[in-house]
C-alpha cells in the first residue's frame, strides 16, 4: 500500500495536476502535483498570492490528453486566435487574464546539445518525464551548441536514445514521435548575446504569450559555464517567468577555482537561480535514505556511535575511463566522485533531524556535517592507477594506455579513505569511502556496520571472530536496488547452530515500477523549484575545503597511485587503511563476492 502520493503517479491516479508559476523573474517555484502532500504544505502561504495556476498531467486526471505538439506551434496558436506574437502582458490582457490567471509554459534549453550527456543522459530523461505525464502541458525543448543542425537533425539523433520504460510499453513511438516535435535546435556560440538572443526570438514564439519560463541545462564543460550564465541571463532570459539554471559537476577543482566558478556565475544569476546538480542525490536509494531513517523507529535510535561501527561508502566501477580520459586526467577519482557524489551521500547519512524536508532544512544540517568533519590526513587516505591485465585471452588497458592521458600520470583511478565527523553523534567512528574505476565489479552501497552485541549469550556459536556475526545494514544503490539487513539466525532443527541471513527488500522482487533515473527526479525538481536535491554554494565550499588540502597534498608531493590490475578488487592498500580502524570492508567479505 502506498503511504503517500507518489510523484507523477499511473494515470489511475484521479488527482490533477497542478503547477503554480510565480511571475517574478528570479525566485518563483512550482508547486508538485499534490495539494495536501508534504511538499505542497511546505509552501509558505505567501508562495500562493499572485501565483499562476495551470492543470498539467491532465490525463491523470481523467481529462483531455496532454496536448499534441500541434497545438504548441504558434501557428496553431495564431490560429486559434491570432495572439501570437504578442507579449506575454499584452496576450494576458487580450484573453482578459491578469498574470495570476495566464497560463505558464516552460522552455527547457540544453545547452551542449550535440555532447554525449545530453544524448546519454537529458534528453531521455526529458522523455521519460514526457511519457509519464509529469511535464507542463505546455513545454518546449530547444538544444543549443555550436555544431550546425537542424531540428530534423537534433531528433534524429535524440531519438537513437530515446527508450520507453520496459514496464509501460503502451504507446511508446506514438509518444517519441509527439516528443521529438516539441524539441528544436538553435546553433550559437555559447559567448555570444546576439546568438542567445536569436534563440530568446524563437523561444517567445514558442511560449505563445503564454507566462514564459525558462531552465537552461548547461550540459558543457566548466571553462564556458560562465560565458553561458552571462548571455542567457542577458539575452535569454525570461523578462516576468522565472529562469533557472542547472549546472553539471565538476564544479571547479578546488576551493580557490570552485569560489571564482560561483562568483562568476553571481555575476549573472541569483544563487536560488543556480541548481548544482549531483545525480547521485536523484538516485532512488539516496532519496530513500531519510525516509528509512526517520519514518522507522528501528532505525534512527541506533543512528550514531552508540551502536554503529562504522559507515562504508563504496562506488566501483568495472570499466575504466574509455572515452573521457581527457576529462579525468584533470580531476581525477577524488574530485570525480569522492568530494561530491560520495560526500554528499555521507552528509545526507550523518546528518541531524532537520526541522522539516523543506530544501533549506534539509541543506542546512547537511553543511553542518560537512563543517564538522576532520580534516582529512594522508595517512588515512590511499590511491590507486589501474593498470593493463590480460583475462581469458582479452587484454584490458591500462588507464595511461589512454591516448587522451598524459604518459607517466599520477592522476588517481580509485582512492579509498577514513573520514570522521567532530561531533557529539559521530565521534570516532570512522566513515570509510571507497570509490574506483576498472575494478572487478559496478557497485555503489552504503554499509553500516553495528556495534558487537555486549555480553552475548550465543558468543561460543560464532567462534573467535565476533566481527562476521555484528550486524550490517546495506544500502544497495546500484544496480540491483536492495535494502538488506544481516542478522544472525537458527539453522532450524533440533541442533543450536546459527548462521547469518538477510532480512532482504530486493527492489525488483518488491516493486514492478521501473525505477526511474536520477536525472529524471532532478530535471523535474528544477522545473518545479525544488531545491532538496540540489548543492547549496556552502556545501560546496564546506566539500572543497575538506579536500582541497588533502588534493594539493597529493598533487605537490606527486603521490605515487598504487598500481592494480585492471578488473582487480582495488590497492592491497585499501585494506591496510581499513584494518587500522579495525574495519573490514564489507563488500569483499565471503558472503558478498560469492
Ligand atoms: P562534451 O565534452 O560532450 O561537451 C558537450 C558539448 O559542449 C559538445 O558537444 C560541444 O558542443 C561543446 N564543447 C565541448 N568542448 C568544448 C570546448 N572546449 N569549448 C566550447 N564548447 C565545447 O561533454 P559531456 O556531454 O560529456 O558533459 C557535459 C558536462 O556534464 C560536462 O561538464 C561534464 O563534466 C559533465 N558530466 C558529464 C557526464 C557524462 O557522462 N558525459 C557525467 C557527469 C557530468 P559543440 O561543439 O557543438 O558546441
Ligand atoms: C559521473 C562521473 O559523475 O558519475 C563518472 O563523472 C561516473 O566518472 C558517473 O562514471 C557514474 O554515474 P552512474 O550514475 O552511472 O553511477
Not at 422 to 449: C, S, Y
Request: charged content about 25%; hydrophobic content about 35%.
Amino acid at each position: 500500500m502506498a503511504l503517500s502520493a507518489a510523484k507523477c503517479p499511473s494515470s489511475s491516479a484521479a488527482a490533477a495536476r497542478l503547477s503554480l508559476g510565480h511571475p517574478s523573474l528570479r525566485s518563483s517555484t512550482l508547486l508538485r502535483p499534490f495539494p495536501n502532500s508534504a511538499r505542497a504544505r511546505r509552501l509558505p502561504s505567501r508562495s500562493f498570492k499572485n501565483w499562476n495556476l495551470s492543470v498539467v498531467c491532465k490525463q491523470e486526471a481523467g481529462a483531455v490528453p496532454v496536448s499534441s505538439s500541434a497545438e504548441e506551434t504558434p501557428s496553431k496558436n495564431v490560429e486559434n486566435g491570432g495572439l501570437f506574437g504578442l507579449s506575454s502582458e499584452e496576450y494576458g490582457h487580450a484573453i482578459g487574464l491578469d498574470a495570476s490567471e495566464r497560463e505558464s509554459t516552460v522552455s527547457i534549453t540544453v545547452v551542449g546539445a550535440s555532447g554525449d550527456l545530453a544524448k546519454k543522459k537529458i534528453f531521455p530523461a526529458l522523455f521519460a518525464l514526457y511519457y509519464e505525464d509529469c511535464l507542463p502541458k505546455h513545454f518546449t525543448i530547444f538544444g543549443y551548441a555550436r555544431s550546425k543542425m537542424t531540428d530534423a537533425e537534433l531528433r534524429t539523433m535524440v531519438s537513437k536514445t530515446l527508450t520507453c520504460r520496459i514496464d509501460k510499453r503502451e504507446n511508446c513511438s506514438e509518444k517519441m514521435e509527439q516528443f521529438l516535435k516539441r524539441c528544436f535546435y538553435h546553433s550559437g556560440q555559447y559567448d555570444s548575446e546576439e546568438n542567445f538572443a536569436e534563440l530568446d526570438k524563437k523561444l517567445k514564439e514558442h511560449e505563445g504569450g503564454r507566462l514564459p519560463n525558462r531552465l537552461f541545462y548547461l550540459s558543457i564543460p566548466p571553462n564556458i559555464f560562465i560565458d553561458v550564465a552571462k548571455s542567457a541571463s542577458r539575452s535569454g532570459s525570461s523578462k516576468d517567468g522565472w529562469t533557472r539554471v542547472i549546472v553539471e559537476k565538476p564544479f571547479g577543482r578546488d576551493s580557490q577555482s570552485s569560489a571564482a566558478l560561483t562568483r562568476g556565475l553571481k555575476q549573472y544569476l541569483e544563487e536560488d537561480q543556480i541548481f548544482r546538480i549531483d545525480h547521485y542525490l536523484g538516485k532512488e536509494l539516496v532519496e530513500n535514505l531519510s525516509i528509512l531513517r526517520f519514518s522507522n523507529l528501528v532505525f534512527e535510535p541506533l543512528w550514531s556511535r552508540q551502536y554503529i561501527r562504522n559507515v562504508q561508502l563504496i562506488f566501483s566501477e568495472d570499466f575504466g575511463t574509455e572515452g573521457r580520459g581527457g576529462y579525468f586526467d584533470n580531476y581525477g577519482i577524488i574530485r570525480d566522485i569522492m568530494q561530491n557524489h560520495l560526500l554528499q551521500i555521507l552528509a545526507l547519512f550523518a546528518m541531524e533531524t532537520p526541522v522539516s524536508m523543506d530544501a533549506e532544512d534539509i541543506r542546512n544540517e547537511k553543511v553542518k556535517v560537512l563543517r564538522s568533519m576532520k580534516p582529512l590526513q594522508l595517512e588515512d587516505v590511499v590511491i590507486g592507477q589501474y593498470k593493463s591485465h590480460t583475462k581469458g585471452g582479452v587484454t584490458y588497458p591500462g588507464y595511461t594506455d589512454d591516448k587522451t592521458v598524459p604518459k607517466g600520470s599520477l592522476t588517481p583511478t580509485f582512492a579509498a579513505a577514513a573520514l570522521f565527523i567532530d561531533n557529539a553523534r559521530w565521534d570516532g567512528v570512522p566513515f570509510l569511502m571507497k570509490a574506483g574505476k576498472a575494478l572487478h565489479t559496478r557497485r555503489t552501497e552504503i554499509r553500516v556496520q553495528f556495534r558487537h552485541v555486549p555480553g552475548n549469550l550465543y558468543k561460543r556459536s560464532f567462534g573467535t571472530d565476533l566481527d562476521r556475526a555484528t550486524n550490517e545494514l546495506v544500502i544497495r544503490v546500484q544496480p540491483n536496488e536492495a535494502i538488506y539487513l544481516k542478522i544472525n539466525n537458527k539453522i532450524p532443527g533440533l541442533g543450536m547452530r546459527l548462521d547469518r541471513s538477510n532480512l532482504n527488500l530486493l527492489y525488483a522482487s518488491r516493486y514492478s515500477k521501473e525505477i526511474p533515473d536520477a536525472y529524471e527526479r532532478l530535471l523535474l525538481d528544477a522545473i518545479e523549484g525544488e531545491r532538496r536535491l540540489f548543492i547549496r554554494s556552502d556545501e560546496l565550499d564546506a566539500a572543497w575545503e575538506l579536500f582541497t588540502p588533502l588534493l594539493k597534498e597529493l598533487e605537490e608531493r606527486k603521490i605515487a597511485p598504487e598500481l592494480y590490475p585492471y578488473g582487480s578488487r582495488g590497492p592491497v592498500g585499501a585494506h591496510y587503511l581499513a584494518a587500522n580502524y579495525n574495519v573490514r570492508w564489507g563488500d569483499l567479505s565471503a558472503s558478498e563476492t560469492t
